[in-house]
Structures are given as structure tokens and as C-alpha cells.
């Protein structure tokens, strides 16, 4: 069975600060997106990843392949950064369209 | 160029009524997906349709709930005889051909009363 572990499972951090988010996998994931939910909002796709290190504004993402482990980073924290933060794996072999979820990360950005 | 398309954002229903959710998909998409985030807990997969084909309905409960993405119009995820059970966020995604990057609606809440 697929699995994504998230953590942590609720993060506060203070304005300006760097954030990161974790996210390890089981083995039957080939890539992992990483998507951003508003409080009773829609979800927005922020990176797709299989390797090595992707970029976009004030957002980071990383996967380490062996480790089976994947980060996200943002810099310079903003309190409209504050959402819950998902972790996705895609499954590989037969159903490889299969998006199997992390938990989340409840982060908030306090001014 | 228009992101995928959910309406309605917010359907109310009562016990044993029947909810309809549509999807847009984005211009040239050809895969659907949907998902449902039950209250406090995670997203979980329902179905994959291709256009005028299910590919995968192994998370769909058994009874009650179907899905389709006919040839024309958007994929409708149809849930009969509604209980409160079903209150939940039902989110739609699409992919083009040729990869899994899948891009989200907004998402359909439906509260059962």
C-alpha cells in the first residue's frame, strides 16, 4: 500500500521567516506534487517533482529520489502564505495516475 | 485560458435527495479525476474517466455514486439518496494526454441536512 507522511502536522511561524515542510514516501511513488489549500478554499497545484529541485517566487521544492523524502521551503514567510500545505504522491506501475495524500500541514504566518 | 471548472461551489441538500457536481476540465484535457475530502480528514481518490470511459472507479462507494464525462459537456459526479455522511468537499482535477500533472478545481461542497 502507498503511503505519504507528512510533518509537521501544524506549523506557526512569525512573518520574514523560512519555512519547511516535509514529506517522505513509500516505495510505489515515481513523483510527488505539492499543492496549497486555503481555508475553505480550492487547491492549487505549486510543483510536480520526480528529482532534483524546483523553483517559483518566494517557494522551493526538493526531492531526494533514495531517500524517498521531499521538502518544501518558503522564504521570506508572508502571513498570506498561511494555508494548508499537501503532499501527493504518484503512484508508479499500472495505475500511475493515482494520487495517493499526506495528512497536510496547517501553517500559519503570524505578522 | 481557463482553469478547470467546478459548479456548484456550495450545493445543499436534504437526506435522500439526489446532488449532481459538474467539471469543467481545461481547454484540451482529456482526463478527469475526482476526489473527496470528508471533514478533518484527507483528500481520497473516486474515479478516473477518460472521455466516455471510466478507467478507475476503485474509490467510489458502491452504491449511490456515478460518474461520467461524456463526449460533450463536463464529467458529472452523481450522488442519489443523499445522507449526511456524504457531506464532504468534492474536488475535481484534470491532466492533459501524455502526463499525470493534474490541476484542481476550486471544489463542490455539499452539506446534507
Known amino acids: 500500500k502507498n503511503e505519504v507522511e507528512q510533518s509537521p502536522q501544524n506549523l506557526t511561524a512569525q512573518e520574514g521567516e523560512f519555512i519547511t515542510i516535509n514529506c517522505s514516501y513509500s516505495?510505489?511513488?515515481?513523483?510527488l506534487h505539492w499543492l496549497q489549500q486555503h481555508p475553505g478554499g480550492g487547491i492549487v497545484s505549486l510543483f510536480m517533482?520526480?528529482?532534483g529541485k524546483k523553483k517559483h517566487g518566494r517557494l522551493i521544492a526538493t526531492i531526494n529520489i533514495q531517500e524517498k523524502h521531499s521538502s518544501l521551503h518558503i522564504t521570506a514567510s508572508h502571513p498570506r502564505d498561511s494555508a494548508v500545505y499537501i503532499c501527493a504522491g504518484l503512484n508508479s506501475g499500472g495505475s500511475n495516475y493515482k494520487l495517493t495524500f499526506g495528512k497536510g500541514t496547517l501553517l500559519t504566518v503570524n505578522p | 485560458n481557463a482553469g478547470v471548472m467546478q459548479n456548484p461551489r456550495h450545493l445543499v441538500r436534504r437526506r435522500g435527495q439526489e446532488a449532481r457536481l459538474r467539471c469543467s476540465p481545461m481547454?484540451?484535457?482529456?482526463?478527469v479525476y475526482w476526489y473527496r475530502q470528508l471533514p478533518e480528514e484527507g483528500l481520497k481518490f473516486m474515479v478516473y474517466l477518460q472521455k466516455e470511459n471510466i478507467i478507475d472507479e476503485s474509490g467510489m462507494p458502491k452504491e449511490r455514486f456515478s460518474a461520467e464525462f461524456p463526449k460533450e459537456g463536463p464529467s458529472i459526479l452523481r450522488i442519489q439518496q443523499v445522507v449526511r455522511g456524504d457531506s464532504a468537499a468534492y474536488f475535481c482535477a484534470s491532466s492533459p494526454t501524455g502526463t499525470y500533472i493534474q490541476y484542481f478545481g476550486a471544489g463542490t461542497r455539499l452539506s446534507v441536512l
Open positions: 517533482l520526480s528529482s
Open positions: 516505495v510505489g511513488i515515481s513523483a
Open positions: 481547454k484540451g484535457h482529456s482526463h
